[in-house]
């Protein structure tokens, strides 16, 4: 039996943000420090700094991202930990500024630097990024005591009682906030955490169990792989000590993390980063093509310009996915109950054109920008899409870690050639076969691979119809 938990903190913190914020302020702390100590050699506040200072001041402040990143200063799991924080985020200071001192020793250039501009520089941009640290990290301690929060968690105990939320939330530093616990007395009742962390947007899930019943957990945690959600199971007995390297502690016992994120950390925010730019160029500059499609459609056949329609995407949730009509209005099929074939009827002579370039589904560039889509990803499915008159998830059993990541405009699968109808249960493997591999294989890399593959595929392609 579920039991929500009231809570007075209503505001999310991002680490993500504060990571790029925190690389933000130590580059600009470097640039404006170093032109600020460049008067003091000559006394003379408003002295112009010299073509080498210039380069210094820019070279330290590229060196000090790539040592603060070796030193895992802006690392998003850490970055609220003040002890790591000040203390790497000082030697990430202190290497930049050794090594530029051997490098000017190295290329005899050290006697045309100013030492007193130098240490001077080195003293004040070091100090200023402690300190400022410092300040931020205390607040936000504040903030977190108060009405602040990292992640949103669940309290379960299979066959035991739920760790108190208190608990958890004292063991992470208050970053955890329980919405809700409950008591599980059958290992198939996990599957309803899937509704759960889905209408709670929940994070991670705290699991509790007898330590004898722990390997059964894991085996049943197969009911959540669908979800991108940190899962810690946790054995109910405080005497299982978390001795054994390579096992997480937590508080006095050990932790196991049996489900984590496909994509997390600076990868997620890289990666919504590459999503907003590109979909935002793509906008600004198709704008033209997307007008005169828009035109061609409403000239083509009576109806809306845009076809709406609801699709699965990330974690199972619903969300409404933009394209442009390409079928007559009153043969639309709001859920996609018959698959679009080769030479089907219901589509226009612009429809049947802009199918096959793929124009028809460029405003799915605002379901990005919005954040239900990316522009890589699994294509997301019809809620009414079948197979041999079969839904796609009792087809294939693991269909449903495809919404692990958010669906996207292109894919894996779409570049290795499985696109088009699902007619057979082999196309159906394939393409979700491949949805896999890319959720496992994920980089930027791979991301800018398939967007290119997706151009030239534009231009010919005989699977799009």
């Given at each position: 039996m579920w039991s929500r938990r009231s809570t007075r903190k209503s505001k999310r913190i991002s680490l993500h943000n504060f990571s790029a914020g925190f690389a933000a302020f130590d580059i600009?702390?470097?640039?404006?420090?170093?032109?600020?100590?460049?008067?003091?050699?000559?006394?003379?506040?408003?002295?112009?700094?010299?073509?080498?200072?210039?380069?210094a001041i820019f070279f330290a402040a590229s060196l000090q991202f790539g040592l603060a990143h070796i030193f895992e200063v802006y690392r998003t799991s850490s970055v609220l930990d003040r002890?790591?924080?000040?203390?790497?985020?000082t030697l990430s200071f202190l290497a930049t500024f050794a090594l530029?001192?051997?490098?000017a020793a190295a290329t005899k250039s050290a006697e045309s630097y100013s030492r007193l501009w130098f240490f001077s520089w080195a003293g004040?941009?070091?100090?200023?990024?402690?300190?400022?640290?410092?300040?931020i990290l205390r607040r936000i301690r504040e903030a977190l005591a108060e009405s602040a929060f990292v992640h949103r968690a669940l309290s379960v105990g299979v066959f035991c009682d739920p760790l108190h939320p208190r608990e958890i939330e004292g063991e992470t530093r208050n970053e955890e906030?329980?919405?809700?616990?409950?008591?599980?007395?059958?290992?198939?009742?996990?599957?309803?955490?899937?509704?759960?962390?889905?209408?709670?947007?929940?994070?991670?899930?705290?699991?509790a169990a007898p330590w004898a019943e722990i390997p059964n957990v894991l085996r049943h945690l197969d009911m959540l792989r669908h979800l991108s959600t940190r899962v810690f199971v946790l054995p109910a007995d405080r005497r299982v000590m978390a001795d054994v390297v390579s096992v997480a502690k937590f508080g006095d016992r050990i932790s196991f993390c049996g489900m984590e994120e496909p994509i997390h950390g600076w990868n997620l925010w890289f990666k919504r980063l590459e999503d907003i730019a590109l979909a935002s160029c793509a906008l600004v500059l198709l704008s033209p093509l997307m007008a005169a499609t828009a035109l061609a459609i409403r000239i083509d056949s009576p109806g809306p310009i845009f076809f709406r329609q609801q699709r699965v995407g990330f974690n199972?949730?619903?969300?409404?996915?933009?394209?442009?009509?390409?079928?007559?209005?009153?043969?639309?099929?709001?859920?996609?109950?018959?698959?679009?074939?080769?030479?089907?009827?219901?589509v226009t002579r612009v429809g049947r054109f802009i199918r096959r370039s793929s124009i028809d589904e460029l405003p799915q560039l605002i379901n990005v920008i919005l954040g239900d889509m990316s522009i890589v990803g699994p294509r997301p499915h019809a809620l009414a899409t079948k197979t041999d008159g079969r839904n796609l998830e009792e087809l294939v059993e693991y269909y449903a870690v495809r919404h692990r990541v958010k669906p996207g405009m292109t894919g894996w699968?779409?570049?290795?050639?499985?696109?088009?109808?699902?007619?057979?249960l082999?196309?159906?493997?394939n393409r979700v076969d491949c949805d896999l591999y890319y959720i496992d294989n994920w980089t930027l890399l791979l991301d800018v691979g398939i967007i290119f593959r997706t151009m030239m595929m534009v231009l010919r392609d005989s699977r799009a119809y």
């Open positions: 600009l702390t470097l640039i404006v420090a170093g032109f600020a100590c460049v008067g003091l050699p000559g006394g003379s506040a408003g002295a112009s700094p010299q073509e080498w200072q210039i380069w002890r790591h924080v000040l203390r790497r985020a530029m001192i051997c490098i004040t941009s070091t100090a200023i990024a402690i300190a400022a640290r410092a300040l906030v329980v919405v809700g616990y409950a008591t599980y007395a059958d290992l198939a009742e996990l599957a309803d955490l899937s509704d759960r962390i889905v209408q709670e947007a929940i994070d991670h899930v705290y699991l199972g949730r619903i969300f409404e996915l933009w394209k442009f009509r390409s079928m007559f209005a009153e043969k639309t099929d709001a859920h996609a109950t018959v698959q679009t074939s080769r030479g089907d009827p219901r699968a779409q570049v290795k050639g499985f696109r088009g109808e699902l007619d057979t082999d196309k159906l493997r």
